[in-house]
């Protein structure tokens, strides 16, 4: 239970300090997008975007629902890395770039983020 001063507290939050939530992130776990062909990897991924364009749609009904502004609405995925193992060419590198930067604007994604990679590994 929330004491009323609580619940005062968190009002007065929204209405005059114009409270906000700076960042949601969805975690997209791409490690079965790893293939040694580049059409099945860029397909694999693409196969994904239809969670994304959920999760753009919940985000937006919470935020219409209790009308708090989200700032940001990003997406989270496995190192990029390991799909670049198998084929380190750097056209394929920049294909893969492409191809996630797309799918965060199908998705109505702020940013996509995954391109670590392990330095021990080159």
Not at 9 to 32: A, F
Not at 60 to 76: L, P, Q
Not at 99 to 107: S, W
């Amino acid at each position: 239970m929330f004491s009323p001063d609580e619940i005062t507290e968190v009002i007065k939050m929204l209405n005059e300090e114009d409270l906000d939530i700076r960042s949601v992130t969805l975690s997209i776990n791409t490690m079965d997008s790893i293939d040694s062909r580049e059409e099945n990897v860029i397909s694999k991924l693409l196969s994904k975007i239809e969670k994304i364009r959920r999760f753009s749609d919940v985000v937006d009904e919470v935020k219409e629902k209790y009308g708090i502004s989200i700032v940001t609405k990003r997406v989270s995925v496995s190192p990029v890395q390991f799909m670049l193992e198998p084929m380190p060419q750097a056209d394929f590198s920049v294909r893969l770039a492409k191809t996630l930067d797309d799918m965060a604007e199908k998705g109505r994604i702020d940013y996509i983020g995954g391109f670590s990679a392990f330095a021990d590994r080159g």
